[in-house]
């Protein structure tokens, strides 16, 4: 089994360690991560300068990227193989709601769903690394799990996953929940530089909106870890017919061939 590991918190966070240490005896285990923070890098791409990959001391493969870049030119050259499972995390922080689209954790687990491996993004649902004993041992027992019930011969999945920073025995069973929503995020920052000129800052996400039964926000303060399946298609289908009748009221074009 070939696991290929990565996050957006950078090679050295807590988290990409605590779940390679994890997971490393599940398969053969790859690391390729950015080499500093890329928190809300979302499925950004460098397309503008030079992507270089660097090998730490302790074998980790770290790229002056996105997560999503590591991940891509990972599958498209570095390894030389497609990995059987991809796996990210584990984020300092929740990405529930709204904050998956634009989650770099997310962003770098749907790279390789986008070239057609199952992939998992973990995150712990506060900041701060506490009981990261507890979501590293989660993420084992799911990904063993998934690897015993041959879920990696399936179609193509994409997993998100957020585990409450809770000691392991007051954890409750992984629940399946749908996203919940968040409202919009607090004020920008504005402040003055040394120089007089202004800067802001992006505000903190918002207060959640819809955290209502069945949601991933709902779930994991009752604290369940949750797991939420992702797909990639942004169509609106129940709004295909309208907008085509609308498209088809438009007034012949005019002067044209």
């Known amino acids: 089994m070939k696991i290929l590991l990565s996050n957006d918190d950078g090679y050295q966070a807590p988290g990409i360690v605590a779940l390679y240490d994890a997971i490393k005896?599940?398969?053969?285990?790859?690391?390729?991560?950015?080499?500093?923070n890329n928190s809300a890098k979302s499925n950004?791409?460098?397309l503008n300068a030079p992507l270089y990959v660097?090998?730490?001391?302790?074998?980790?493969?770290?790229?002056?990227?996105?997560?999503?870049?590591?991940?891509?030119?990972?599958?498209?050259?570095?390894?030389?193989y497609?990995?059987?499972?991809?796996?990210s995390g584990i984020n300092n922080?929740?990405?529930?709601?709204?904050?998956?689209?634009?989650?770099?954790?997310?962003?770098?687990a749907m790279e390789g769903y986008l070239f057609g491996a199952p992939a998992i993004a973990f995150s712990q649902t506060q900041k701060g690394w506490a009981h990261l004993d507890t979501a590293a041992r989660k993420a084992r027992e799911l990904v063993q799990y998934l690897l015993a019930e041959r879920k990696t011969d399936q179609p193509t999945w994409l997993l998100n996953v957020n585990i409450p920073n809770l000691p392991y025995e007051e954890l409750k069973p992984f629940k399946v929940c749908r996203l919940g929503r968040r409202h919009a995020a607090e004020k920008v920052i504005s402040q003055?530089?040394?120089?007089?000129?202004?800067?802001?800052?992006?505000?903190?996400?918002?207060?959640?909106?819809?955290?209502?039964?069945?949601?991933?926000?709902?779930?994991?303060?009752?604290?369940?870890?949750?797991?939420t399946p992702l797909k990639v298609d942004l169509t609106d289908h129940d709004a295909l017919r309208e907008w085509a009748q609308t498209a088809g009221r438009m007034p012949p074009q005019q002067g044209g061939q």
């Not at 005896?25 to 500093?36: M, Q, R, T």
């Not at 497609?82 to 796996?87: A, G, Y």
């Not at 922080?93 to 770098?108: C, K, L, P």
């Not at 207060?207 to 994991?220: I, L, N, P, R, S």
Request: hydrophobic fraction near 40%; charged fraction near 15%; aromatic fraction near 6%.
């Open 54 to 80: 660097n090998i730490a001391p302790n074998g980790f493969r770290y790229v002056n990227g996105t997560p999503a870049d590591c991940v891509h030119i990972a599958l498209t050259g570095l390894l030389g």
């Open 192 to 227: 003055t530089s040394p120089r007089g000129d202004v800067m802001y800052w992006i505000g903190g996400a918002g207060a959640a909106k819809d955290d209502a039964e069945g949601t991933d926000f709902h779930a994991a303060l009752q604290g369940h870890p949750t797991i």
């Open 44 to 46: 950004a791409l460098t």
């Open 25 to 36: 005896d599940l398969g053969e285990v790859e690391v390729v991560a950015p080499e500093h």
């Open 82 to 87: 497609m990995p059987d499972l991809v796996v």
């Open 93 to 108: 922080g929740a990405n529930m709601g709204d904050d998956t689209i634009y989650s770099g954790t997310v962003g770098a």
